[in-house]
């Protein structure tokens, strides 16, 4: 379907292709903070989906959307990756979501997400680790719902299997399928 892109942020994370169309050249580390990286006016309707940067109090980074909820709609996040390929992802998510009505469900695997693993989409509360806090501000934590895209290591185990073979503030989650 599309090229793919090695990278992450964490080093233990380079084996996390992107099924989508960036050149593996120009990926380069962005902020990590509670930045946001994209602009969107939703009434509108700009392409491109609002996403913001943040850091895990462990350190991890992570990114997720924002607009998805006054579209009724969970926003995304993904924790563990640079910002352009969490970029990336989230778009490609949202647009599935809002542009073309996709529907998703907690354990659901994404076979044509990451280029030779699936991804699995988790529902969960807003943790201490991953808070959408432009999200929340946006529109009060009580209205803000969260779907986490969750890679595998390169043996295609996920950080609630056994064997995972990054640490587990690599990837936090917002629980398991």
């Not at 946006?138 to 073979?165: A, E, H």
Request: charged share 20%.
């Amino acid at each position: 379907m599309f090229g793919a892109l090695a990278a992450g942020a964490d080093p233990h994370a380079q084996h996390v292709a992107v099924a989508g169309q960036v050149d593996p050249e120009s990926d380069v580390d962005g902020p990590v903070g509670d930045l946001p990286i994209a602009d969107l006016d939703v009434d509108r309707g700009s392409p491109p989906h609002p996403q913001n940067f943040g850091q895990s109090r462990d350190g991890a980074p992570f990114a997720y959307t924002i607009g998805l909820t006054e579209h009724g709609h969970p926003e995304f996040v993904i924790a563990g990756l640079r910002p352009t390929i969490s970029h990336a992802l989230l778009n490609d998510m949202a647009a599935r979501a809002c542009d073309h009505h996709a529907q998703f469900h907690h354990g659901q695997h994404v076979t044509d997400l990451l280029d030779g693993y699936d991804a699995i989409l988790i529902y969960g509360p807003i943790t201490r680790e991953l808070y959408p806090g432009t999200a929340c501000g946006r529109y009060r934590q009580d209205q803000v719902r969260l779907r986490q895209i969750v890679w595998p290591d390169p043996n295609g185990c996920y950080p609630w299997d056994c064997g995972y073979q990054f640490p587990k503030d690599t990837q936090p989650t917002l629980g398991r399928p």
